[in-house]
């Protein structure tokens, strides 16, 4: 039952940390473009759509590689931050890297700009930051057995039983 449980928060870490690396995705590939523009502020239904399109891209691309560092996170009881970071560094370097068409002849990726690897893989740490706060702080505790209830004190000399 502990595991179903632990399921429900690791699901429920994951899409926050999708909606908030979502978040830092789309605001930081506008936000150049609409302050070089000098027009009207943004229509607030048009942004929310953007974000959630923006959402459903992270989480489209990302569901793989974030599940396997939960896997692993989970398996091994890592509840360091630093290794949540790191791990959405590396899944947000991923999720770049794998739109970027890969020459296999000279081993390397044609066109990287640097600036979009840099939004997505500092959009990854912070995922993992947020996946951590809410779900990899009690990485695999669910297999600790509880903790037993402490012996009652030890009754009075003379009292009855």
């Known amino acids: 039952m502990a595991l179903i449980g632990r399921l429900v928060v690791i699901a429920f870490a994951f899409l926050v940390a999708c909606f908030v690396a979502g978040l830092v995705v789309v605001t930081a590939i506008l936000f150049p473009e609409r302050s070089a523009l000098g027009i009207a502020p943004i229509d607030q239904s048009a942004f929310q759509i953007v974000i959630g399109f923006g959402f459903i891209f992270v989480s489209g691309f990302a569901l793989i590689p974030a599940m396997l560092i939960a896997l692993i996170t989970e398996a ?86």
Do not use: K
């Open 76 to 161: 091994l009881s890592i509840r360091s931050v630093l290794a949540y970071a790191i791990g959405g560094g590396l899944v947000g370097a991923a999720c770049y890297l794998g739109l970027i068409p890969f020459d296999p002849e000279t081993f390397r990726f044609d066109s990287i700009d640097h600036r979009q690897f840099e939004i997505l893989s500092g959009a990854g740490i912070l995922g993992g930051l947020v996946y951590w706060l809410i779900a990899g702080r009690n990485a695999g505790r669910w297999r600790e057995p509880p903790p037993a209830f402490p012996s009652p004190p030890p009754l009075p000399s003379g009292s009855p039983r």
